[in-house]
């Protein structure tokens, strides 16, 4: 079935820092990929998606290019905040149930100034 | 309101209660959905709707977890019976439509829930 792999954390880095989360996936097709991010105490938002192979998705500084030959979708950023850390989710929507989202185990990030 | 909203947004209750939980989602959004995030699962789907109708109710974990939706927009998740497994953190998503370019979900706060 379908399925997200992401690195496991806790990763903590200093402010300004590169920051790199890997996630790769199995899937039927070719699914909608996406970032959500859950800040401490509060609900999942979205960050950013890419719905075909070779889009780039991008938000606040953080990027992620739908790969379909590796099958990848890493979220990157060039220069890490305080304010980035929170957990990071990479999901594909499937085919079907409705295209319900199946998430990766979640990573979390941690920055000190 | 703007965004998926939740209530209540803490339950905590007694093994073999039974519970509901309640989800509004974002206006106008046809799509709706039900997750549940715990410490040893992560985040699995339970159920979505499309309107008023659930076609595919394979993801409840359990024929004590049961939902509706009404009127094209409030959704109630009920569990009956409740369990200490139950335990976890109920989140509500909407959107715009199943497809077409306006799938993306948007989540709610979500429903900690938790079994004594």
């Known amino acids: 079935g379908d399925s997200v792999t992401q690195m496991e954390g806790p990763v903590t880095l200093s402010e300004e820092a590169f920051l790199t989360i890997n996630c790769t996936y199995t899937?039927?097709?070719?699914?909608?990929l996406f970032w959500y991010v859950q800040y401490p105490g509060e609900g999942l938002q979205l960050l950013l998606k890419?719905?075909?192979?070779?889009d780039k998705g991008s938000n606040k500084g953080f990027e992620a290019t739908y790969r379909k030959e590796t099958t990848s979708f890493h979220l990157e950023k060039g220069s890490v905040q305080v304010s980035d850390s929170a957990v990071y989710f990479c999901a594909l929507r499937t085919y079907n149930q409705g295209g319900k989202l199946i998430f990766g185990q979640g990573t979390e990030l941690s920055v000190k100034p | 309101g703007a965004g998926v909203s939740q209530s209540p947004s803490n339950k905590v209750t007694e093994k073999g209660k039974d519970v509901e939980l309640r989800c509004d989602p974002i206006s106008g959004h046809t799509a709706l959905y039900w997750y549940r995030q715990s410490l040893g699962q992560g985040l699995e789907f339970l159920i979505y709707?499309?309107?008023?109708?659930?076609?595919?109710k394979s993801g409840l974990p359990s024929d004590r977890f049961s939902a509706e939706r009404t009127g094209g927009s409030v959704s109630t998740l009920t569990i009956q019976r409740t369990q200490q497994e139950d335990s976890a953190v109920y989140l509500c998503?909407?959107?715009?439509?199943?497809?077409?370019?306006?799938?993306?979900?948007?989540f709610g706060p979500g429903t900690r829930l938790l079994v004594l």
């Open positions: 890419a719905t075909k192979a070779d």
């Open positions: 709707f499309q309107g008023n109708s659930a076609p595919d």
């Open positions: 998503a909407s959107s715009l439509a199943l497809g077409g370019g306006q799938e993306t979900q948007y």
């Open positions: 899937a039927t097709g070719y699914p909608s």
